[in-house]
């Protein structure tokens, strides 16, 4: 029966991408769930359609629609967390950042629509025997904007791991499906650097038998997996389920058997990793996906007990801002998850939100650790919010500090190259006394 109403439904994709008109507002699958042949398929509507403005977050492939110059007046992006494409395409004024909280990305942009999303585009793993399709490894924002669009069009994709959570969804509560069975987008786990396992090392001193983890998009929070090797009873409660996860889990560290809040699973709202990471969700029982809104909020994150989130970032002022979203004016990434996991990280008993960062950039020409943010930097994390910040110099906890305090802590940690030169501006510019 199930298989009858799938076959009905079943069109081609150019039929799909005639059916998004001018003016519309269209919601996408995100990262590993981009729905790859519709995003494809829509730029061949550039003759009919002006103004549709997509909702996308990390794309992670070049679309015809976001890229090329000849889609101006025609396909707009507004963007939740920008991708390297994003960034070049910026200046030409196709692309603009939606500030955001991921655990309200989806609610409060639909509040700034009247709560209207025309169109959603996602993806799915093909139909179980009842006839309930996955959306499989994201659910950031996904079934939230299914909810609320007029018109839903799934992009079936066998490739697809079919997950469990929130992510099911039967046959007939949705418009069309189209069949496109594309590689799944893989991010390889980078090989750590010398630095980076030093400040691995760091951080996996802070963390105890017992404790849950949430990692950070980046090279650093994932290397600290293989400095945890000797921990016990560790549990998952992340937005981006990675690599380091699985290796935690084969190795037994990882078996959430402590965890306060779903004990026995793993808990996240999106993975982002290699096949091996897809093969691990893959109907697995003990790993759950839900929506980004309850993932990420921090008061749910927080009835974790012992909850510590790592994240990094691009650069941290003496008072304690952290900005890993910008660099100065030009817009690099976004705020994502991360002020969502660091406070409920902060929220939990027993629960530490660390920010961990190499103490250098640009071939440690230029000091992370700066007297004052880059004009028109982002703050990420507020300086009343932070807690924990890491280098490869060590371990700085700003958390009830003075600002006097906080700059002392963190030119500790900052690369001895630049540690007089912090001291003198923040003397010069009367942000502590001479
Ligand atoms: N000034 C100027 N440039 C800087 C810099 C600084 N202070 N710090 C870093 N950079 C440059 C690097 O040199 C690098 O340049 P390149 O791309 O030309 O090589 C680039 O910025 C990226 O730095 P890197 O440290 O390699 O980035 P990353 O891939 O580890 O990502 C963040 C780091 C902070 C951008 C990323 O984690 C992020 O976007 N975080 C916000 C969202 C978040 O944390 N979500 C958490 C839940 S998943």
Not at 128 to 152: H, Q
Not at 281 to 291: I, L, M, S, T, W
Not at 296 to 303: C, M, R, T
Not at 311 to 317: S, Y
């Amino acid at each position: 029966m199930s298989d009858q109403i799938y076959n009905q439904k079943l069109i081609t994709l150019e039929e799909a991408a005639s059916m998004v008109k001018s003016s519309d507002t269209v919601g996408i699958g995100i990262a590993a769930s981009e729905p790859v042949g519709l995003l494809q398929a829509l730029a061949g509507q550039q003759e009919e359609v002006e103004d549709v403005h997509i909702w996308t977050c990390l794309p992670m492939r070049p679309y015809d629609i976001f890229v090329e110059p000849s889609m101006d007046g025609k396909f707009f992006n507004e963007n939740w967390f920008y991708s390297v494409t994003d960034r070049k395409v910026h200046p030409e004024g196709r692309v603009s950042y939606i500030p955001n909280n991921l655990h309200r990305a989806a609610t409060d942009k639909l509040k700034s629509t009247g709560g209207k999303l025309n169109v959603f585009l996602g993806t799915a793993a093909p139909p179980n025997e009842e006839g309930c399709v996955s959306l499989s490894v994201g659910m950031i924002v996904e079934r939230d904007l299914l909810e609320a669009a007029d018109l839903v069009i799934l992009e079936v994709n066998e490739n697809l791991p079919f997950t469990f959570g929130d992510t099911l969804i039967h046959v007939s509560e949705i418009d069309y499906f189209v069949e496109n069975h594309t590689p799944l987008v893989e991010l390889p786990a980078a090989t750590p650097t010398e630095i980076e396992k030093k400040i691995g090392g760091y951080i996996a001193d802070l963390i105890e038998d017992g404790a849950t983890l949430q990692l950070g998009i980046g090279g650093i929070p994932n290397a600290i997996t293989a400095f945890l090797k000797d921990r016990k009873d560790l549990g998952i409660h992340t937005e981006m389920f990675v690599d380091g996860m699985v290796d935690l889990f084969e190795a037994g560290v990882v078996n959430n058997s402590k965890k306060t809040l779903h004990p026995g699973k793993m808990i996240g709202t999106f993975a982002l990793g290699t096949q091996r990471l897809y093969d691990f969700v893959d109907r697995n029982p003990g790993v759950e996906f839900h929506r980004g809104r309850y993932t990420n909020d921090p008061f749910v994150i927080a009835k974790n007990k012992k909850m510590i989130s790592v994240n990094t970032a691009l650069q941290v002022d003496i008072y304690g801002q952290v900005c890993s979203q910008s660099i100065g004016t030009r817009h690099f990434s976004g705020t994502g998850g991360q002020l969502d996991t660091h406070r409920g990280a902060q929220l939990s008993e027993g629960g530490r939100g660390i920010i961990a960062m190499r103490s250098t950039a640009r071939n440690g020409t230029i000091s992370t650790i700066v007297p004052t943010l880059s004009p028109g930097a982002g703050v990420t994390v507020p300086s009343q919010d932070v807690d924990t910040i890491i280098t490869e110099y060590g371990v700085a906890e700003l958390i009830g500090k003075t600002v006097r305090d906080r700059m002392n802590a963190l030119i500790n940690i900052a690369h001895p190259d630049f540690r007089d030169w912090i001291r003198d501006e923040a003397k010069r510019l009367g942000i502590v006394p001479k």
